[in-house]
């Protein structure tokens, strides 16, 4: 069963920093994809980034490109996304997310759909 824990979450000014982490365990597929969703209150989740682990491919919300960095540590099975120049509108709830695949996966999907584990979330809320 695969365990996913996030972290790294708080209250930053805006135009700030933060960095999330995650930590996906029991990740023994030949290929998989670890996201960041958020989630604001009365809103819709959000992909906002992911990663493959073979091949490195990675996607972006429009709203986060330029600002956010997805990148991944494959011998930790640990994914960051680094957040900068941060809006109030960034406010949410952030979740991370994997699924496994038995192929190469040469995309990774910002939909929910094919996410079969997921994190508790943790909170960024960024002030004006």
């Known amino acids: 069963q695969v365990q996913v824990v996030e972290s790294g979450g708080g209250l930053v000014q805006a135009g700030g920093s933060l960095r999330l982490s995650c930590t996906a365990s029991g990740l023994t597929f030949d290929d998989d994809v670890m996201g960041w969703f958020r989630q604001a209150p009365g809103k819709e989740r959000e992909g906002v980034s992911c990663i493959s682990r073979r091949l490195g491919k990675e996607d972006y919300a429009d709203s986060v490109k330029g600002r956010f960095t997805i990148s991944r540590d494959n011998a930790k099975n640990t994914v960051y996304l680094e957040m900068n120049n941060l809006k109030p509108e960034d406010t949410a709830k952030y979740y991370c997310?994997?699924?496994?695949?038995?192929?190469?996966?040469?995309?990774?999907?910002?939909?929910?759909?094919?996410?079969?584990?997921w994190g508790q979330g943790t909170q960024v809320t960024v002030s004006s």
């Open positions: 997310a994997a699924f496994g695949s038995r192929w190469k996966l040469v995309d990774c999907p910002l939909t929910g759909a094919p996410y079969n584990s």
